[in-house]
């Protein structure tokens, strides 16, 4: 059975840093894992993709800001976020699918089967 769970969220300054992670149980391997996050008034959106092979996937709006990675040999999902914006704003959600790990990265919600319950990040201006 596959357990997610997400920390290191947090409120900071226009500019600051900050890294997520997400701790995992029942991830091999094999996997395919991304970052989404949702604004209180928004809909659920991928961030940040990784394959178990180290294929990545960026949104266009974080390229060049967030780095996405998996530390061997737990898999513990992070994702680095630099040069926060007030628009990052939101909760952060890690989600993982151990079915698509042949596929190309994926930043869309169906394709990922397993979710942990969010950290809140707060970048203010």
């Known amino acids: 059975q596959v357990q997610l769970m997400e920390s290191g969220g947090g409120s900071v300054q226009a500019g600051g840093s900050l890294r997520l992670s997400c701790a995992t149980s029942?991830?091999?391997?094999?996997?395919?894992m991304g970052w989404f996050r949702q604004a209180l008034d928004g809909e659920r959106e991928g961030v940040a993709a990784?394959?178990?092979?180290?294929?990545?996937k960026y949104a266009d709006s974080v390229k060049g800001r967030f780095t996405v990675s998996v530390d061997d040999p737990d898999n513990t999902l992070y994702l680095e976020m630099n040069n926060l914006k007030p628009e990052d704003t939101a909760m952060y959600y890690c989600?993982?699918?151990?079915?698509?790990?042949?596929?190309?990265?994926?930043?869309?919600?169906?394709?990922?089967?397993?979710w942990g319950q969010g950290t809140q990040v707060t970048v203010s201006s």
């Open positions: 990784i394959r178990g092979d180290g294929a990545t």
């Open positions: 029942g991830v091999y391997s094999r996997y395919l």
């Open positions: 989600a993982a699918d151990l079915r698509r790990w042949f596929s190309p990265p994926s930043l869309a919600r169906d394709a990922f089967g397993y």
